[in-house]
């Protein structure tokens, strides 16, 4: 069986492709870094540069590529969709909803997908948290395609995974003070006690991919972030 990652080459992405080469699965990353990529490639079966937001190239990625069993989507933003909706501006919003909301939709669309499709959303799609507005509008909007998209693409499986707080270099333009403080008090606020590791998603995800009783389906993977408390 064939996978594809589309922004496979760092930390949630990766773990899943270790993830599904270790199961048996020939498993092709994409991502836009040189020396991620390289590294990538000593992991799994291929690497190749591709931007998710260049619909030109994601077709031709796909077209080349053929039919293949399994599809994760984990690209996304960076940071920039933090802060209060009044200062964002057209133009960081639109650097939040096109790389995930446009290209995760339209990867969808191009690839031909013969098992199952599988989105890395966000608990911020179902946390009130003031600062998240853009990002929550994001995941929000990816998480209620899910079901239409099962329906539409049936028997093809769609599943999202909703990860809360994870410890991957996303957080890396916080600072590294600010990005302990925002860890620790996730952590307290967490029922089981600590953020997540990229591998705590990853197995969702390789649940999931496996999981052919499954379609339609929201899986959170936050430790218990969005319960109240």
Known sequence: MRAVIMGGTAGIGLAVATRLTAAGLDVTVTGRDPERLAAARTQVAAAERLDGTDEAAVRAF?????????????????TTGFGPVGS?????????????????????????????????????ARVARPGTVALAAVNGGLEAAVGPLAVELAPVRVNAVSPGVIDTSWWAGLG????????????????????????????????????????????????????AR
């Open 62 to 78: 796909f077209q080349r590529l053929g039919p293949f069993e399994h599809l994760v989507l984990a690209f996304g933003p960076a």
């Open 88 to 124: 964002l501006g057209t133009d960081r919003l639109r650097s939040v909803v096109e790389p995930k909301l446009y290209g995760y939709l339209t990867a969808v669309g191009l690839a031909r997908v013969t098992g199952s499709v599988t989105l890395l959303s966000a608990g911020s």
């Open 176 to 227: 590294e003070e600010e990005r302990a403080a925002q860890f620790a008090a996730v952590a307290a606020a967490t029922p089981v006690g600590r953020v997540g590791r990229p591998d705590d998603v990853a197995r969702a995800v390789e649940y999931l991919v496996h999981a052919d009783f499954i379609t339609g389906t929201v899986l959170p993977v936050d430790g218990g972030l969005t319960l």
